[in-house]
């Protein structure tokens, strides 16, 4: 064969030693040594579900005062952040403990997992995940787990007809070849395994082989008159990689018409084909097993919108749940190892509460809610995600996503109780921001309150949706900004299938108001921080407030470094930093002593004072300086489109600090700057 780079590339990149091991044979006494080394390989689906999670590790953090633990597997590390779920931590610690607590067979283990939310709450990419991080978790040594096949040593036909036409069978319920172990012997080979592990990982082999190897079983043993041994060199184990689209551990089952569905795609149906082979439809040789709950038989199946099932599915969950079984047509019970996890959205969710037959299924149930994002932080992670490296390589102007995420944060939050505290202020206040008078306590309160917070709103496929729309219409520009998105929000409600109410999409408008005006300010500011962006002045201006306020608060005077006299503290100059930042006269002290506090604080750990580290500070000197400054930059010219050179030079430095500090490009900067210019122009220069 001539020499091909194409096909050495190709061979480089395979792992053959990976593929040996993946597709590794033995017997039943290799799988018992394999066993005695790693007992891991023969969990339940339960507990080989946690460690898949566990092993990508875990981060821990405070949130009002309560620890809380971030699995990074749902960062989604195997395909690089691709499905990552951002902001739902609490949620998910509450579906690991409820997994953890299965694989501890402490009760969990009967019971469906069903995730409960609105539409785009991640509920599906949860599951989507869980199935992913299970298959890729079953290709690693960690992760293996092994099968078995029936078959003819030597080709030595000795039962006639036994496989049919085939020289052997495979188990198509991948069953673990430990229930090939007698069960008088079982207890004392599970006491010698388990002796190695900890209480919380004990091996457990329960139930019988499925119905079709429970046959072949039974035929061998009749013809070697109970030897066991003989019986088990017609066993073949093979390791087994589950795979959601070659049907191996990883079922999926989704409801559709009801003329055109039955429960045989849950546990299978009979092979027509093989009753001509086998004589009889009762026979199990001549029976597909391959409904969605024995294929998902050592993994997980998942319902998708679960309670939109026909009741006559429903009733299948019942013994899958609670005794582990499922019911083949025409064969006996069969045991079945599986997580079984189901989501729905709220509608549905009512229909099964208000619905008095499914009680059995209502007590076999933890229903774990997944709410919507109500971080800000978080929710603009999503849209980063998706849209920072846009195919039309548009240019996203600074808070454009950011607007956008702050609109559907906000239809998603309860009006707070508290009169004085503004919606707008109780999402800053979510997304860590502090405000007078709350702590972290206060807003621990706030998050009690509102118990359906998160449960309604705006879902993050309608703001991915208008973003889009935006980057198509407005691709003539050459990038977009927030005041494009908002148009395409807005323009988008009147034909919102999911807003049923004329009050709540008026509602929804007047949240879009809010952030105009939010958007308008960061704006100013990104501006106003632009012309004032002499660290050198501001740190001066700073440091001669800091003089006044410290002689203020210790009733001292100041020496005037021009006449050396000592002067009473500047009440003039203090109060024009403090007005900036709205602090009332009324609590102008408050004010100065946490100031002094705070650089007290700093002084102890032998830490040195930075106006940067006290972001109202830092924001009431910028916006002083901007106030001395302005008029020497005559930034209003712009409106009137007169400006001389000296004033243009002046700008076209503002607008290269836009660009280099603060994320905007040459076309959104000179947006940024006649858009600033025209409120100024209307007299609004704070």
């Known amino acids: 064969m001539a020499y091909s780079p194409l096909y050495e590339t190709i061979t480089d990149c395979i792992n053959k030693e990976q593929h040996e091991k993946l597709h590794w044979r033995g017997t039943l006494k290799d799988y018992l040594e394999i066993i005695e080394e790693n007992p891991m390989v023969s969990r339940s689906a339960w507990q080989r579900l946690y460690d898949m999670i566990l092993s990508y590790g875990t981060s821990e953090y405070v949130e009002y005062k309560k620890k809380i633990t971030h699995y990074k597997f749902f960062d989604d590390p195997i395909h690089n952040g691709g499905d990552a779920v951002f902001g739902l931590d609490i949620p998910l610690m509450k579906l690991v403990k409820v997994i953890e607590s299965a694989a501890q067979r402490l009760g969990a283990e009967k019971r469906v997992i069903l995730l409960h939310g609105p539409v785009g709450s991640s509920k599906s990419t949860i599951v989507r995940l869980l199935k992913k991080g299970l298959e890729t978790y079953s290709l690693t040594d960690e992760g ?14 000795l039962i006639p007809n036994l496989f049919g036409t085939e020289k052997f069978m495979a188990c198509s319920m991948h069953e673990d070849p430990l229930k090939l172990i007698p069960k008088e012997a079982r207890g004392k ?42 019986v088990i060199e017609h066993i073949r184990v093979k390791r087994v990689v589950l795979s959601e689209k070659d049907r191996v551990g990883i079922g999926t089952f989704q409801p559709k018409d009801e003329k055109n569905q039955d429960s045989t795609e849950l546990t299978g149906d009979i092979n027509y084909r093989k009753i001509a082979i086998f004589g009889s439809d009762s026979d199990p040789r001549a029976f597909n097993f391959d409904g969605e709950f024995n294929i998902a038989n050592r993994g997980l199946i998942e319902f998708v919108e679960i309670l939109k099932l026909d009741v006559a599915f429903l009733y299948d969950l019942l013994g899958a749940t609670q005794e582990h079984t499922i019911k083949p047509k025409k064969f006996p019970q069969t045991d079945i190892d599986e997580v079984i996890i189901g989501h729905t959205n709220e509608p549905e969710f009512k229909k099964l509460q208000n619905n008095e037959f499914m009680e059995a299924l209502k007590d076999r149930t933890i229903k774990i809610d997944i709410p919507y994002i109500t971080k800000l932080h978080q929710e603009v992670k999503i849209y ?12 996203i102007a600074p808070h454009t996503l950011e607007m956008a995420s702050m609109w559907a944060i906000l239809t998603r ?96 408008r007047e949240l879009l108001s ?16 632009s012309i004032a962006a002499d660290k050198e002045a501001i740190s001066s201006l700073c440091a001669n407030y800091i003089d006044h306020v410290k002689a203020y608060t210790q009733n001292e005077r100041v020496k005037n470094k021009f006449t050396n006299d000592y002067e009473a503290p500047d009440e003039r100059l203090m109060r024009s930093i403090e007005e900036k930042i709205d602090i009332p006269d009324s609590r102008k002290d408050d004010f100065r002593r946490e100031i002094m506090n705070y650089i007290g604080a700093l002084a102890i750990e032998g830490k040195k004072f930075d106006y940067n580290q006290n972001e109202r500070l830092q924001r009431a000197l910028e916006l002083k300086f901007f106030e001395d400054q302005k008029d020497s930059i005559k930034l209003t010219s712009l409106v009137s489109n007169v400006v001389d050179q000296k004033t243009q030079e002046k700008i076209d430095i503002v607008k290269q600090r836009l660009i280099r500090d603060y994320g905007y490009n040459d076309l959104s900067a000179t947006f940024a700057l006649n858009f600033v210019a025209s409120v100024f122009a209307r007299g609004d220069t704070k």
């Not at 980063?384 to 240019?395: L, R, T």
């Not at 809010?514 to 921080?529: C, G, N, P």
Request: glycine share 4%; hydrophobic share 35%; charged share 30%.
């Open 144 to 157: 293996a787990l092994y099968t078995f096949e029936w078959f003819w040593p030597n080709n030595e036909v």
């Open 189 to 230: 080979l599970l006491e010698h395994i388990n002796a190695k592990l900890p209480s919380s990982d004990q091996i457990i082999v329960s139930g019988d082989l499925d119905p079709a190897c429970r046959f072949i079983y039974q035929k061998l043993a009749e013809y070697y008159r109970g030897d066991w041994e003989k």
């Open 384 to 395: 980063e995600k998706i849209f920072k490296n846009n195919s039309m390589n548009i240019h």
């Open 413 to 508: 939050l309860e009006l707070p109780k508290k009169a004085t505290l503004t919606l707008l202020q109780k999402l800053k206040l979510y997304n860590g921001k502090t405000l007078p008078g709350f702590t972290e306590d206060s807003v621990k309160e706030l998050r009690k309150e509102a118990v359906r917070e998160g449960m309604e709103g705006i879902s993050p496929r309608y703001i991915q949706d208008k973003i889009s729309n935006a980057i198509v219409s407005e691709r003539h520009e050459g990038y977009i900004n927030a005041f494009m998105v908002i148009n395409q929000l807005e323009s988008g409600l009147k034909n919102h299938t999911l807003i049923s109410s004329p009050e709540k999409r008026n509602a929804y």
């Open 514 to 529: 809010i952030v105009k005006e939010e958007y308008t300010e960061r704006v100013k500011y990104d501006v106003q921080r």
